[in-house]
Nanobody, 110 residues
């Protein structure tokens, strides 16, 4: 079993940046063999895909202004978010197959 733990969220002004981290524990070998996604869920809206990175570290998808990376030595995936807007507010989740972290709150003030 794999557990995912997100961190790095917080309150930031519009135009600012944040770097989110997702650290895997448990069966890390399974985690290293799979693509990892970042999703977000804005208030009152459905969860949406933000970025995906392959097991080998290739970027499969990124939203504009966001950059995903991974460090398999640290069992971590990162989401660098730049030029943040109030519309980026939401809970950000790390995902691997059917496994989800608890999420980290990002709030962008205008």
């Amino acid at each position: 079993q794999v557990q995912l733990a997100e961190s790095g969220g917080g309150l930031v002004q519009a135009g600012g940046s944040l770097r989110l981290s997702c650290v895997a524990s448990g069966n890390i070998f399974f985690a290293r063999l799979n693509d990892i996604n970042w999703y977000r869920q804005p208030p009152g809206k459905q969860r949406e895909l933000v970025a995906t990175i392959s097991a080998g570290g290739s970027v499969i998808y990124e939203m504009d202004r966001f950059r995903i990376s991974r460090d398999n030595v640290k069992n971590a995936v990162y989401l660098q978010m730049n030029s943040l807007k109030p519309a980026d507010t939401g809970v950000y989740y790390c995902n691997l197959t059917s496994i989800w972290g608890q999420g980290t709150q990002v709030t962008v003030s205008s």
